[in-house]
T-cell receptor, first 114, second 114 residues
Framework: AQSVSQHNHHVILSEAASLELGCNYS??????LFWYVQYPGQHLQLLLK??????LVKGIKGFEAEFIKSKFSFNLRKPSVQWSDTAEYFC????????????FGGGTRVLVKP | DVKVTQSSRYLVKRTGEKVFLECVQD?????MFWYRQDPGLGLRLIYF???????EKGDIPEGYSVSREKKERFSLILESASTNQTSMYLC?????????????FGSGTRLTVV
């Protein structure tokens, strides 16, 4: 069974700082990769996804993520964060052989100080 | 606006009670999922369903059961609630064979078992 690890549970940074959240998964087969975001009091929303092709994917709100197959990683980045990026971020993996099941990481709480 | 609706936002139940959590989606999605969300553990899959009257165990099915009598409705049942089932419960849906849009999540039900 696949598993997903997010390296940081909490990240605190100031506005305009750069953000990088790590995500590693354990599964040897073909995968689809996702980042979800949960703003305070709101439901989870899809931030971006990778299915195939260019390993650098761009999502909403200036976020991007890079799939590095050799490292089993899918790290999320944003060059300059805003206070409104305060949220919890979840990495998720779908092993294509497992149908539509998503396995989520433990989440990273990001606090951006104004 | 398409959505997944969970019947209760907050619920408080006593130990030993039978608890029903309801989820309805209006997108004609075949797949429906129940997750629980706990700090540091992310989202863990309890049960999922690919079709009416069909159910599959997820990663943590113990103490739970589900019912899917209609395509749009997926119910999570706690047969005898215990304090370790205090958690946020999230329902999600997706179309079959296609994760292009990821999952659509409900707003969650925060269950407290006392």
């Amino acid at each position: 069974a696949q598993s997903v690890s997010q390296h940081n549970h909490h990240v605190i940074l100031s506005e305009a700082a750069s953000l990088e959240l790590g995500c590693n998964y354990s599964y040897g087969g073909t995968v689809n990769l996702f980042w979800y975001v949960q703003y305070p009091g709101q439901h989870l929303q899809l931030l971006l996804k990778y299915f195939s092709g260019d390993p650098l994917v761009k999502g909403i709100k200036g976020f991007e993520a890079e799939f590095i197959k050799s490292k089993f990683s899918f790290n999320l980045r944003k060059p300059s964060v805003q206070w409104s990026d305060t949220a919890e971020y979840f990495c998720a993996v779908n092993a294509r052989a497992a149908g539509n099941k998503l396995t989520f990481g433990g989440g990273t709480r990001v606090l951006v100080k104004p | 606006d398409v959505k997944v609706t969970q019947s209760s936002r907050y619920l408080v139940k006593r130990t030993g009670e039978k608890v029903f959590l309801e989820c309805v989606q209006d997108m004609d999605h075949e797949n429906m999922f129940w997750y629980r969300q706990d700090p540091g553990l992310g989202l863990r899959l309890i049960y999922f369903s690919y079709d009416v009257k069909m159910k599959e165990k997820g990663d943590i099915p113990e103490g739970y059961s589900v019912s899917r009598e209609k395509k749009e409705r997926f119910s999570l049942i706690l047969e005898s609630a215990s304090t370790n089932q205090t958690s946020m419960y999230l329902c999600a849906s997706s179309s079959i064979g296609d994760l292009l849009y990821g999952y659509t999540f409900g707003s969650g039900t925060r269950l407290t078992v006392v």
